[in-house]
């Protein structure tokens, strides 16, 4: 009769290490698959068959493991538009470290979120890893200058020996950082030719302009550039 041995519990252990002493008690053969596991280390066994207390003939049997192939990698999201409270989240949980290495101005990207990452979107990292990321400090504040024109704006009656002088109303319009074209930024009504200074704020790369309105008619009209000294 061919001696039996009773077969020890081997979870936990490296499987290189079981491997050599059960070659060496006569195993027919030690056979292995694997599988991620986030709670038992690489190379380390999670189960085996048969199981532990159970007696066997060596040489007859069979002895097979599920190995522990370590955490399984995450594939790094996109994280761009993450703002920071999107990245701990993310971070923590899956386990990596995510730090800001730097910020930079962006006109499409909010202030505050993901313009780019190390490594790239779709990389494979394991727990522990480190991603670093640029975040936007919103577009960059543009120099604005002041520009004044003074203009002069002809006083022409239908009749002009009409006395009292016939008054003309006078609608002003000006583009620049602060106003638009689309309301009037000065009205008043004129008996003779007036003369009036205008003020803009000019926005880097950015025009402005006025037109005057007599009587619903452009009389005056202008495009000023951002001057560039």
Do not use: C, W
Request: proline letters at 4%; a negative charge; charged letters at 25%.
């Amino acid at each position: 009769m061919r001696k039996k041995i009773t077969v020890e519990d081997y979870t936990g252990k490296t499987y290189d290490t079981v491997k050599q002493v059960l070659e060496q008690q006569g195993y027919k053969k030690v056979s292995y698959t694997e599988e991620y596991s986030d709670s038992v280390d690489s190379g380390v066994i999670i189960s085996q068959d048969p199981s532990s207390g159970t007696e066997v003939v060596a040489a007859d049997t069979e002895i097979s493991f599920v190995v522990s192939k370590g955490a399984q990698p995450l594939t790094l999201k996109d994280l761009s538009g993450f703002n920071q409270v999107g990245l701990d989240d993310y971070a923590s949980s899956n386990g990596i470290e995510i730090s800001v290495s730097s910020e930079e101005y962006s006109d499409t990207v909010g202030a505050g979120q993901v313009i780019s990452q190390k490594p790239e979107a779709g990389a494979s990292l394991n727990k522990g890893d480190k991603v670093t990321v640029v975040m936007s400090k919103g577009p960059k504040e543009k120099e604005v200058k002041t520009v004044r024109r003074t203009i002069n704006i002809q006083y022409e009656p239908e009749d002009p020996t009409a006395t009292p002088p016939v008054p003309q109303h006078i609608q002003i319009y000006i583009q620049d950082k602060n106003n638009s074209m689309t309301k009037a930024y000065k009205e008043m009504d004129i008996t003779k030719d007036t003369a009036e200074t205008l003020t803009f704020e000019i926005e880097e790369g950015t025009q402005g302009g006025y037109k005057v309105v007599r009587d619903n008619t452009v009389i005056l009209e202008e495009t000023i550039d951002y001057p560039n000294s």
